[in-house]
């Protein structure tokens, strides 16, 4: 697949210059316009250039850190199964090795909410692959 950046690049700059304000909030699903991109890295359809994502924080007004999602999930840490959300049209994964941050003029439209417990189980999931977990001082020795 040849991949179109020159017409991901004419989008973005149409999204740059859109200045609406955007009310979003952590545990929200949200179409979200995040491109073509390199390799590996996640990118939107082909299409129109947008995937879902989970709102992960909400760090300003404008500002936040987000998952994307995909229906092609694997079993195993990296991927957070969502089940029972009639919003998504198909089985849905999070990827939590995809995390990144994104303006909120990238935002297309809200599709839908997580409840807490599930959100939960995402942060959980996300401290444990990343590592997260608090650290005990031991003394003098770590300096």
Known sequence: MVKDFDRWNEVKKELDIFDKDILFNEREIWLCHLGLNIGIEQNGAPYNFSRPVLIFKKYSSKHALCFPLTSKGDDNKFYFPLFNYNFLKLKSYIIL????????KRLKRKLGKLSLLTFEEIKKSAQDTFDLKPRVPCGNSDI
């Open 97 to 104: 090795s995809q995390i990144r941050t994104i303006d909120c």
